[in-house]
Structures are given as structure tokens and as C-alpha cells.
């Protein structure tokens, strides 16, 4: 079992910053892929960014230039740094963990972007 601890999400205006972070704890993999997807209210969930122990990172379009990922392996922690947000990004953020076959979820973390 995995078990996934994220912190960082709230209200923030337009055009402003936030940092998400998602700390990992339990059976451990020293290969894995951990991210971030978020979901909408009434749409499905959605990748956001994604990024393996071995520094391999993916990123959904909308995000791109605006998001980063990184992640500390020694803490077994993945960051979302998200830039010039804007209301559409509006949305549960969940961390996510994967070692094939093995995938979890955190609990999500509420980003809202208004002003």
C-alpha cells in the first residue's frame, strides 16, 4: 500500500501562483511515476503532468509553459508548481503514484482561480 499526502491547493486571483505537493509513504518502488490530474466540476478527470524517478515528464497542453513538475526522490515527494493561473484551471487536484501493475490516489486538493 501507498499511501499519498497532498498539501498547497486554495484560492488564488487570476494571473497568480500556487504549489501543490503530494508526499508518498509506505511500499515504495524505487522506479515509479507519480503526477498530478485534476477534475472539473461535471467533466471527466484529466491529466495534468506527470514525472518517473528517472526524471521523464509529461504534460497535459493546457498547461504547458505554465506548470511545472518536479519531484525529490530522497522524500519520495512530487511538487506542481502552477503559474499565471487562470479560472479554467479550476478543480480538485489529485495526486497520483503508479508502479505498474499497482496505481493510488490521494484524497485531492481544492484549486479555486477567481477573482
Known amino acids: 500500500q501507498v499511501q499519498l499526502v497532498e498539501s498547497g491547493g486554495g484560492l488564488v486571483q487570476p494571473g497568480g501562483s500556487l504549489r501543490l505537493s503530494c508526499a508518498a509513504s509506505g511500499s515504495i518502488f524505487s522506479f515509479n511515476a507519480m503526477g498530478w490530474y485534476r477534475q472539473a466540476p461535471g467533466k471527466q478527470r484529466e491529466l495534468v503532468a506527470t514525472?518517473?524517478?528517472?526524471?521523464?515528464?509529461n504534460y497535459a497542453d493546457s498547461v504547458k509553459g505554465r506548470f511545472t513538475i518536479s519531484r525529490d526522490n530522497a522524500k519520495n515527494t512530487v511538487y506542481l508548481q502552477m503559474n499565471s493561473l487562470k479560472p479554467e484551471d479550476t478543480a480538485v487536484y489529485y495526486c497520483h503514484y503508479s508502479h505498474y501493475p499497482w496505481a493510488y490516489w490521494g484524497q485531492g486538493t481544492q484549486v479555486t482561480v477567481s477573482s
Open positions: 514525472i518517473t524517478t528517472g526524471g521523464s515528464i
